[in-house]
């Protein structure tokens, strides 16, 4: 007796689908799994048999062989359990052999036949759908796969039998909550430092990379920290993306989801496989977590030499991929980087009584760090210079978060409408080659000083099409059809403002 289930394993953000084959031939009793299973797959037959014996389902004294295909396929986690259990529970005439090949299986079972949620609910649901069919999960993931389809979420083993039985329905799960807390951090909170909330504005705008290189208690982190008051709100279709890479790694809480832009600042001990993805399972890094949110990381020369070089291809890119023996998974990444850095090891460069005697080699060696290549991808450096004592009595000048962040949206609708037709394409920072100079190339004046600047300051090809990007959104901010001097100065102001000059 042959029968089958179907379930997922996970590429990436994408779940291909899995065929489970229950196969019960005459034979010294064994019970065998195949298929480049894991440790957590292998396990999975005395967790089903442990499950199976508290419902009193006597297994047959025969072979008993579940083949996981296609057999080249890694499969990892406890959620092909449930599949296991429903495809032998098919070949047993238990469940009607029909039904469990219609059906997508996806949970971990407990030694006592409860099923346990597991991470990916969101993306199993999507190829649920693609195929054609129903998703069977643990109730506890039920909120979360509802936002694709209907699901059907059971408690346990022996409701789903009962369902497939007849004698009880499950009834559909019901989507989670959207939620969108506000943001309890103002700019206004901020005392000074107008010029470094300008750049913020400007990188919102166009979601452009920024770095904020001041004196320690200058207001650096303060500021990254107001960056989600000031971001619009997530578009439909990048809520659900996000979700899913926040699915995969079990981050979605009550099967809701946020259409607030994620905000991650690892701390810069993290290791290589935190920051870019990797470890056990493969499983997405802080920049695909931070995906169409802010990456922010403080401490930016601390981080070790390995992280920082490997984000240069990411930050092109939008994507990165993490190779293993067998297989690449791709995640997406499409993140504002956010970086902040102190000017030397001590932070007190500018400082005659507090900087040390190796002024200025320290801070050229401290900032060194930083390479050329990972510096030239950065699109605005702000210095943040040290706020006098006298200037925390003063009242807040400058904007609150609201008020810049409908600038920041009415720039973005902006970008949305000119890019409606260019795939891939949604603000102002993903642009290149023949869309960048349609939209940014400088007149005969704009030229000149893009001439002068290049002459004195070494700019590269890359940073000269970053100068037209932050021009461009600086253009937009301020309401204008095309991109003139006074914007193109200030885009050249941030970039041979703080840090490295080209």
Same mark, same amino acid.
């Given at each position: ?151 059907? %979420?059971?408690?346990? @083993?022996?409701? $789903? ?5 007849? /004698?009880?329905? +499950? *009834? !559909?799960?019901?989507? #989670? ?18 010029? %470094?909330?300008?750049? @913020?504005?400007? $990188? ?5 990379? /920024?770095?904020? +290189? *001041? !004196?320690?208690?200058? #207001? ?18 990048? %809520? ?41 399972? %493969? ?220």
């Amino acid at each position: 007796m042959v029968a089958h289930a179907y379930t997922v394993a996970f590429e990436g953000i994408e779940a291909r689908m899995v065929e489970v084959q229950c196969a019960i031939s005459p034979g010294m009793p064994s019970f065998a799994i195949v298929g480049l299973p894991d440790k957590a797959v292998s396990e999975a037959r005395e967790r089903v048999r442990s499950a199976l014996t508290t419902m009193a389902i006597a297994l047959p004294s025969k072979r008993i062989t579940i083949n996981l295909s296609p057999a080249d396929l890694p499969k990892e986690g406890s959620h092909f359990d449930l599949p296991i259990a429903l495809a032998l529970l098919a070949a047993l005439d238990i469940v009607p052999p029909d039904d469990a090949a219609r059906t997508v299986a996806f949970g971990e079972l407990s030694l006592t036949g409860a099923l346990v949620p597991v991470a990916g609910a969101l993306p199993a649901a999507m190829a649920a759908a693609t195929e054609g069919r129903t998703l069977l999960c643990p109730e506890a993931s039920g909120p979360e796969a509802a936002w694709v389809d209907a699901a059907n %979420a059971a408690p346990s @083993l022996a409701a $789903a039998i009962r369902h497939f039985s007849g /004698a009880e329905t +499950i *009834g !559909p799960a019901r989507p #989670g909550d959207i939620t969108r807390p506000p943001s309890s951090r103002d700019l206004l909170d901020v005392k000074g430092q107008e010029r %470094a909330k300008r750049a @913020l504005e400007i $990188a919102a705008a166009g979601r452009h990379h /920024a770095i904020l +290189i *001041g !004196p320690p208690g200058s #207001g650096k982190s303060m500021l990254a920290a107001r960056i989600p008051g000031i971001l619009p709100p997530l578009t439909a279709p990048e %809520a659900l993306e996000t979700s899913m890479i926040h699915s995969l790694s079990g981050l979605i809480d009550g099967g809701g989801i946020s259409r607030t832009r994620p905000f991650r600042e690892p701390h810069h001990t993290a290791s290589m496989a935190a920051i870019v993805g990797g470890g056990r399972g %493969a499983k997405p890094g802080e920049i695909s977590l931070a995906h169409n949110g802010v990456l922010f990381m403080d401490e930016f020369p601390e981080f070790s030499h390995t992280v920082l070089e490997t984000l240069r291809q990411p930050i092109e890119t939008g994507e990165v991929v993490v190779a293993r023996a067998n297989a690449h998974i791709r995640y997406p990444c499409r993140f504002m980087l956010v970086a902040a850095a102190n000017p030397c090891k001590c932070g007190y460069l500018a400082d005659p009584a507090r900087a040390c005697a190796r002024v200025p080699q320290c801070g050229e060696d401290y900032l060194g760090r930083i390479s050329g290549p990972l510096m030239d991808r950065i699109d605005l450096r702000v210095d943040v210079p040290p706020v006098a004592f006298g200037d925390l009595d003063l009242p807040s000048a400058g904007d609150p978060s609201a008020t810049v962040a409908a600038r920041v949206a009415a720039a973005r609708d902006v970008q949305s409408r000119r890019f409606a037709d260019q795939e891939g394409i949604t603000v102002n920072a993903d642009t290149e080659g023949r869309i960048l100079e349609e939209i940014a190339t400088p007149d005969a004046e704009g030229r000149a000083l893009l001439t002068r600047v290049a002459d004195r300051f070494g700019l590269t090809a890359r940073g000269y099409h970053r100068i037209l990007r932050v021009a461009r959104t600086i253009a937009d901010l301020g309401g204008s059809d095309a991109v003139r001097v006074p914007h193109l100065a200030e885009a050249v102001s941030y970039r041979v403002g703080a840090g490295h000059t080209r």
